[in-house]
Nanobody, 130 residues
Framework: QVRLEESGGGWVQPGGSLRLSCAPS?????????MAWFRQAPGKEREFVAA????????PVANSVKGRFTISRDRAKTTVFLQMNSLSPQDTAVYFC??????????????????????WGQGTQVTVSS
């Protein structure tokens, strides 16, 4: 069983920045693995934010955060980061890390689909308000 260790959530004023981190316990981001961030606001469905694929670093980002959020991984490929800039109250949500590590590599178009992922973190709250 893989446990995802999330950190970095909190409260920030509009226009501010936060960086979320996620590390799968005892795993690295292998060539066939994918890690993603989703978020869920109160009363809304869980939505895709960004993902990164181990094989080539391909990293699709949701249109709602494009230009403001960046997903990246460290050189050791043990941790994935979500840098969030120019935050607005609409970004307030619980942010979930998701991980998949199978022998088959998902196509890029499948990366925003939550069904692609096998493991989920507990979620970290991000609140943007003045």
């Amino acid at each position: 069983q893989v446990r995802l260790e999330e950190s970095g959530g909190g409260w920030v004023q509009p226009g501010g920045s936060l960086r979320l981190s996620c590390a799968p316990s005892g795993r690295t981001l292998s060539r066939s693995s994918v890690m993603a961030w989703f978020r869920q606001a109160p009363g809304k469905e869980r939505e895709f934010v960004a993902a990164v694929r181990g094989s080539d670093g391909n990293s699709p980002v949701a249109n709602s955060v494009k230009g403001r959020f960046t997903i990246s991984r460290d050189r050791a490929k043990t941790t994935v980061f979500l840098q969030m800039n120019s935050l607005s109250p609409q970004d307030t949500a619980v942010y979930f890390c998701a991980f998949r590590d199978r022998s088959s590599l998902p196509i890029v178009s499948a990366m925003p689909d939550p069904r692609t992922y096998d493991y989920w973190g507990q979620g970290t709250q991000v609140t943007v308000s003045s």
